[in-house]
T-cell receptor, first 113, second 111 residues
Framework: NAGVTQTPKFQVLKTGQSMTLQCAQD?????MSWYRQDPGMGLRLIHY???????DQGEVPNGYNVSRSTTEDFPLRLLSAAPSQTSVYFC????????????FGPGTRLTVT | LAKTTQPISMDSYEGQEVNITCSHN???????ITWYQQFPSQGPRFIIQ???TKVTNEVASLFIPADRKSSTLSLPRVSLSDTAVYYC????????????FGTGTRLKVLA
C-alpha cells in the first residue's frame, strides 16, 4: 500500500492563478480531509468528505473547492491564489468506523507570490 | 466542537519519562482522545487513542481520568528522536468527521 499520496510536493504560484492539489489513498477509506499548516501553527481543517459525492466545509474553507467523485481521490482546488494561501497542505484519510486513526500524506508546500 | 489546551513547549533529557497533559473541557460522550506526533516537514503520525482509563501501546501510554476533561500522554524513556510536536485532539465518532488541532506541544529532548 502506498497509503496517502499527494502531488506536487512543492509549488509556486502567482497571485490570481488557480491550481489543483492532488490527494489519493489506496486504503479504501471513506473519510478524507484537507488541512493547512502555517509556520508554528497547528493544522486547520479546510474541507472534508465522508464518502464519494459528499463534502463539507471545515474551519477555513474560503478560497478552496473540493470534490469527491471516487473513494480514492480528493483533490483540492485553489480558485484564485492569494499570498495568504502560502502554507503547507496535508491530506488525510480514515475509515468510517473505528479505529479513528487518521493517515496523513507527506504534504504539499505552496508559495503564492 | 471540543477544543484542546496543551503546554506550548517542554524540554526533557534522554532516558526520562515525559508526561504531556491536555485539557478538553467540552468533550462529548462519544468523543475519543487521540494523540499525534509531527516531525518537521512531515504529516502528523498517530500515536495513541483512548476513551477512558488507561491505554498502552508499544510507544506510549494514555491516561484519562473518569471525568474525561483532561488526558496525559506518557512517553517512557525518551530519546533524541522523540523531539517533535505532539498534538492532542478529540475525535468525533458519530456523523461528521471533524478534528480540531491545537498548536500542540513542542517537545525537545536533550542529550
Amino acid at each position: 500500500n502506498a497509503g496517502v499520496t499527494q502531488t506536487p510536493k512543492f509549488q509556486v504560484l502567482k497571485t490570481g492563478q488557480s491550481m489543483t492539489l492532488q490527494c489519493a489513498q489506496d486504503m479504501n477509506h471513506e473519510y478524507m480531509s484537507w488541512y493547512r499548516q502555517d509556520p508554528g501553527m497547528g493544522l486547520r481543517l479546510i474541507h472534508y468528505s465522508v464518502g464519494a459525492g459528499i463534502t463539507d466545509q471545515g474551519e477555513v474553507p474560503n478560497g478552496y473547492n473540493v470534490s469527491r467523485s471516487t473513494t480514492e481521490d480528493f483533490p483540492l482546488r485553489l480558485l484564485s491564489a492569494a499570498p495568504s494561501q502560502t502554507s503547507v497542505y496535508f491530506c488525510a484519510s480514515r475509515t468510517r468506523d473505528g479505529p479513528y486513526e487518521q493517515y496523513f500524506g507527506p504534504g504539499t508546500r505552496l508559495t503564492v507570490t | 466542537l471540543a477544543k484542546t489546551t496543551q503546554p506550548i513547549s517542554m524540554d526533557s533529557y534522554e532516558g526520562q519519562e515525559v508526561n504531556i497533559t491536555c485539557s478538553h473541557n467540552n468533550i462529548a460522550t462519544n468523543d475519543y482522545i487521540t494523540w499525534y506526533q509531527q516531525f518537521p516537514s512531515q504529516g502528523p503520525r498517530f500515536i495513541i487513542q483512548g476513551y477512558k482509563t488507561k491505554v498502552t501501546n508499544e510507544v506510549a501510554s494514555l491516561f484519562i481520568p473518569a471525568d474525561r476533561k483532561s488526558s496525559t500522554l506518557s512517553l517512557p524513556r525518551v530519546s533524541l528522536s522523540d523531539t517533535a510536536v505532539y498534538y492532542c485532539l478529540v475525535a468525533f465518532t458519530s456523523g461528521t468527521y471533524k478534528y480540531i488541532f491545537g498548536t500542540g506541544t513542542r517537545l525537545k529532548v536533550l542529550a
